[in-house]
């Protein structure tokens, strides 16, 4: 240990660890193996950067973030650390030169994205000089429960077994119980040392709002006055981040804010120079306000950040949680807040169901394909009306649970009739985080005692947080009682549930009275806080399909209460029904075309058949490269829309729907040349 600590004193400049760090250290430099889950900015990074200098020898370093590897490189190299990089986004020569660096022992670190394990001789290469350190960083992707789960990532484990006995430590911010389980078994460290730690903000007020999307803008403005009400202890209220869901609501947000503050948007489809310039301007202290997807905050060190606004429903609690974690890193009192509503719980649904279709559909593309590998396309015409669309998303999931086999000129045959199980498995995984996302912004307890629980950190027994809306709200004397609305649909919740409980989704049919669904989940909200109702969540099977839905009864106050009880009810002021928005026609998608024309250029009169099939010919070659079928390169809607659009620079090639700033930095340069030479 004084080892350690003489290293963390003279390399890195620190007298003394942060909380935790020091045990983690300690385990992984005698040679344990560990599964770090520690939220960003906890100093994570430090736990594998101090073992692997103390090991003496060099650290590989496993990471799937390209700009990440790329920021802890020069990081590391600005401290004179011998670090060098190797993956897909470096030249043959300097990550020949990395190698030969490796083995001639003149690195304290290596990193490399894991697809390098897949590519032919470099684990040899690796087990020539072995590491002294193994650290897998963003964990999560490699278990299928994770968040940003990559199929490609499940043979990582045994990938790494040549480079044993070498211990391996696990790094991620955002891994729940079942993922650390996972990520635990896909890397064949069963007696790991676990360190879930760090989850507890003690300077964050977490608040949520039950608001309309066409309210949002004017709801952000008050929040960020400085006259604005109900901040609690949090007096400054900028600089401040806003996540909109989308590009143009970015847009439209921060131009709403510009009369009032110093206020830009960022997102993906920006030009590089321009992200790079709001992103400046925002950490100089130009902007008072940056309003963004969530593709801004990744590596992103800015300390008196005040306030982070969620103008809309976040997909999951892990990505929510990490996102608020960007507001005051410098310990001061800051703010948290959540505006949501039920129509964003609709359109995540919708957009689950589109990436996640249902088993039967997977299952007719199973029955249909044999041990005789045939062509994607003559597979999809023996299907006949499927929305092609629906049949890319359903062979990528097939593939990924073995259902099917696709070579890199996607030719299919049957795989592993076992793959129904663990598909809905993940399936269901994935609208349950939708559901504790709900769960989340509706729950009646302390904010930050259930981001605890959810990641499992038994350490913290703090208790509730005092600061938080509902912490706030249990002492607070602005109640108010229920309106018309709520009083009407609590007294028909009461009455229907009087026979028993019921199913959330059975009562609303039985209990609504005509209102909305939007409503009527309100008040189940505001009965639950008032401790009249209990809800819980069950599960049953049928069909071999296990089917989720809440179990709502009433609780012994529940029983007890009459009609005069409710007018009598107080609730926190805070939780109060907004106007339902006004119905609007829902426009039918159109239709997209029939698998049995999905290979064809129909619809597609402006693109060069020469032009497709270059493009294709590049993917193949590209998919044969790393070993996976074409379209995990990219889909033929992606490949079509290239064609149509012929984009002529790395700007334009984000105008392209389904292209973003991931593929545009791994091939970008490479689809340019293709395009211009047709």
């Known amino acids: 240990m004084s080892d350690l600590r003489r290293l963390l004193q003279q390399k890195f400049g620190f007298d003394g660890f942060r909380a935790s760090q020091e045990a983690v250290c300690r385990a992984v430099s005698a040679g344990e193996d560990a599964l770090l889950v520690m939220p960003t900015g906890a100093g994570k990074s430090l736990c594998y950067q101090l073992p692997g200098l103390a090991l003496r020898g060099t650290t590989l370093v496993i990471s799937p973030l390209l700009a990440l590897i790329d920021d802890q490189v020069a990081k590391l190299q600005a401290k004179g650390f011998r670090c060098e990089q190797i993956h897909s986004g470096r030249s043959r020569e300097s990550s020949r030169n990395a190698c030969i660096r490796y083995l001639r022992g003149e690195l304290d670190f290596l990193f490399i994205a894991p697809e390098r394990l897949a590519v032919r001789g470099f684990p040899e290469m690796l087990q020539k000089r072995k590491p002294t350190l193994i650290a897998v960083d963003e964990a999560h992707c490699i278990s299928q429960w994770g968040h940003d789960f990559r199929p490609e990532y499940r043979k990582l484990g045994e990938r790494l077994t040549g480079l044993r006995p070498a211990p391996i430590i696990a790094l991620t911010a955002t891994a729940t119980p079942v993922v650390q389980e996972d990520i635990v078994r896909q890397l064949a460290i069963p007696q790991c040392r676990r360190f879930i730690q760090g989850f507890r903000r003690t300077n964050i007020a977490i608040h949520a709002h039950e608001v309309p999307p066409s309210a949002r803008a004017e709801a952000c403005?008050?929040?960020?006055k400085s006259e604005s009400p109900g901040s609690g202890p949090v007096n400054?209220?900028?600089?401040?981040?806003?996540?909109?869901?989308?590009?143009?609501?970015?847009e439209e947000l921060a131009q709403a804010l510009k009369n009032r503050f110093h206020a830009q948007c960022y997102h993906a489809g920006m030009s590089p120079e321009a992200r790079e310039d709001a992103q400046?301007?925002?950490?100089?202290?130009?902007l008072d306000v940056i309003v963004a997807t969530v593709a801004f905050?990744?590596?992103?060190?800015?300390g008196d950040v005040r306030t982070v606004i969620h103008a809309g429903m976040p997909g999951t609690v892990e990505g929510y949680y990490q996102e608020i974690g960007r507001a005051g890193r410098d310990g001061?009192?800051?703010?948290?807040?959540?505006l949501h509503s039920f129509a964003d719980m609709k359109t995540h649904e919708f957009f689950i169901e589109r990436d996640y279709p249902e088993a039967d559909i997977l299952n007719q593309i199973f029955k249909t394909v044999s041990r005789t590998p045939a062509p994607r396309e003559k597979v999809g015409r023996k299907l006949g009306k499927i929305d092609s669309e629906v049949f890319e998303k359903a062979v990528e999931k097939l593939w990924m649970?073995?259902?099917?086999l696709v070579d890199p000129e996607e030719n299919m045959s049957a795989g592993d009739p076992g793959w129904r199980k663990t598909y809905e498995k993940q399936r269901t995984h994935r609208l349950e985080s939708l559901r504790q996302v709900g769960l989340f912004a509706r729950a009646p307890g302390c904010r930050m005692v259930f981001f605890v629980n959810h990641f499992g950190d038994k350490a913290d027994q703090q208790g509730a947080c005092g600061i938080c809306d509902r912490c706030a709200g249990a002492t607070s004397t602005s109640n108010r009682s229920f309106n018309t609305t709520e009083r009407t649909i609590a007294a028909l919740i009461l009455a229907t549930l009087d026979g028993g409980?019921?199913?959330?989704g059975k009562l609303f049919e039985e209990a609504a009275g005509g209102n909305t669904r939007r409503d009527f989940e309100a008040v189940l909200d505001l009965l639950q806080q008032a401790k009249w109702l209990g809800i819980e969540a069950e599960s049953f099977e049928k069909d071999g399909r296990t089917i989720n839905y809440r179990k709502i009864e009433l609780t012994n106050f529940g029983k007890s209460a009459k009609a005069a009880d409710i007018a009598k009810l107080q609730v926190n002021a805070a939780l109060w029904i907004a106007p339902s928005p006004t119905q609007r026609p829902v426009k039918k998608r159109r239709k997209a075309a029939r698998v049995s024309n999905a290979s064809s250029d129909s619809g597609n009169e402006h693109a060069s058949p020469g032009l497709l099939e270059a493009l294709r010919t590049w993917?193949?070659?590209?998919?044969?490269?790393?070993?996976?079928?074409?379209?995990r390169i990219f889909s033929d809607s992606v490949l079509e829309a290239l064609a149509i659009q012929r984009p002529s620079s790395l700007d334009e090639l984000l105008e392209v729907r389904g292209f973003g700033p991931k593929l545009r930095d791994k091939y970008g340069s490479e689809i340019l040349n293709c395009l211009a030479d047709r």
């Open 501 to 504: 409980p019921k199913s959330a």
């Open 221 to 224: 403005l008050d929040l960020l």
């Open 297 to 302: 905050g990744m590596g992103i060190d800015k």
């Open 619 to 631: 993917r193949l070659g590209k998919a044969r490269q790393r070993g996976i079928p074409a379209f």
């Open 332 to 338: 001061k009192p800051s703010r948290a807040m959540l």
């Open 401 to 404: 649970h073995g259902g099917v």
């Open 280 to 286: 400046t301007r925002f950490l100089s202290g130009k």
């Open 236 to 250: 400054e209220k900028l600089p401040a981040i806003i996540y909109a869901t989308t590009r143009k609501a970015s």
